[in-house]
C-alpha cells in the first residue's frame, strides 16, 4: 500500500506547479508592471504555507512566518542584484549571482531570532533601499521583440515549483519551522520569470520587470506580518485568507495608482 504521506505530497508538489505556471503565463503577456503585480502575489508562498498549516497547524505557522519575515528582506537583494547584472550579463550569470546572493543573505539572516519589531525594521530598510536602488532599471527596453519561447521553459517552472514545495513540506517535517520559514520564500516565482523573459526581450527589459516588482513585494511583507500576528487567535484558514486579501488588495492599489497617474503605463 502506497504511504498517505507520498500520495499527499505528490498531490500537494502538481497542484502547485497548476497555479505557478499558470499565473507565470499571465505574466509573460501582462507587461511590466502589471506582470510585476501579479509576480509578487503569493502564488508559491501561499501554497508552500497552506500545506504547512494542513500539516502542522496555527503554532507552527506562527513561528515560521516570523522566520519568513526576516528571510523575505533577502528578496529586495536578489531583485536588485539581478537588475544590475542583467544589464551586462547573461541569464545564466545574472540568476546564478542573485540567488546565490539570497541564499547567503537568507541564511545569515535566519541564524538569528527575530521578533516581530525587528523582522519588519528589516524589511523597512532592505525594501526602502532597494526602491531607491532600482529606480534606474525602471522602464528600461531591450530594443528587440520577443525570441522565440524554449520549449523547456514550462516544464522547467513546474519542476521548480514542485520541488519548492517538495523541500517545504519535508522540511517542515523533518527540520522545523525555521528552516520550513527559510524554505517557503524561495524565489521561485522570480527566477522562473527572469529564466524565460530574459532571453526573450533582453536583460534590461527583464530588469525592469523586477525593479516593478518592488512596490509589490511591500504588501507580501505585510501580509506575512498579518499572517504571523492572526494565525494562532483566528486559525490557520481566516488567518491565510487575510493575508491573501492584503496581498492582493495591494497589489489592486498600485495597479488603481498607476493608471489613474499614466493612463496606458502598463499596457
Request: net charge positive.
Amino acid at each position: 500500500m502506497a504511504d498517505p504521506f507520498l500520495i499527499a505530497l505528490a498531490l500537494k508538489m502538481v497542484t502547485s506547479a497548476l497555479i505557478v505556471v499558470a499565473a507565470s503565463l499571465v505574466v509573460e503577456r501582462a507587461g511590466p508592471f502589471l506582470g510585476a503585480m501579479i509576480a509578487t502575489l503569493p502564488i508559491s508562498a501561499g501554497p508552500s504555507y497552506a500545506f504547512l498549516a494542513y500539516e502542522h497547524g496555527p503554532a507552527f505557522v506562527e513561528a515560521s512566518s516570523l522566520v519568513s519575515l526576516a528571510a523575505n528582506a533577502a528578496t529586495a537583494l536578489f531583485i536588485v542584484l539581478y537588475a544590475a547584472l542583467a544589464q551586462r550579463h547573461g541569464v545564466a550569470a545574472s540568476i546564478a549571482g542573485a540567488l546565490a546572493a539570497w541564499l547567503v543573505t537568507a541564511w545569515t539572516i535566519t541564524r538569528f531570532d527575530w521578533s516581530l519589531p525587528a523582522g519588519i525594521a528589516l524589511n523597512v530598510a532592505a525594501y526602502g533601499g532597494a526602491l531607491l536602488a532600482a529606480r534606474r532599471f525602471l522602464g528600461r527596453s531591450s530594443g528587440r521583440g520577443p525570441a522565440a519561447k524554449p520549449w523547456w521553459a514550462v516544464p522547467a517552472r513546474a519542476v521548480g515549483v514542485m520541488c519548492l514545495v517538495a523541500t517545504v513540506v519535508v522540511v517542515g517535517r523533518l527540520i522545523g519551522p525555521k528552516a520550513a520559514g527559510m524554505a517557503a520564500l524561495v524565489p521561485v516565482v522570480l527566477t522562473s520569470l527572469a529564466a524565460v523573459l530574459h532571453p526573450r526581450i533582453g536583460g534590461p527589459a527583464t530588469a525592469s520587470v523586477m525593479a516593478n516588482g518592488l512596490p509589490g513585494m511591500i504588501g507580501f511583507t505585510t501580509s506575512l506580518v498579518v499572517l504571523h500576528v492572526a494565525v494562532v487567535p483566528l486559525g490557520s484558514v481566516l488567518a491565510l485568507l487575510a493575508a491573501l486579501a492584503v496581498c492582493v488588495g495591494w497589489n489592486v492599489g498600485l495597479t488603481v495608482r498607476q493608471r489613474l497617474l499614466r493612463p496606458g503605463a502598463s499596457r
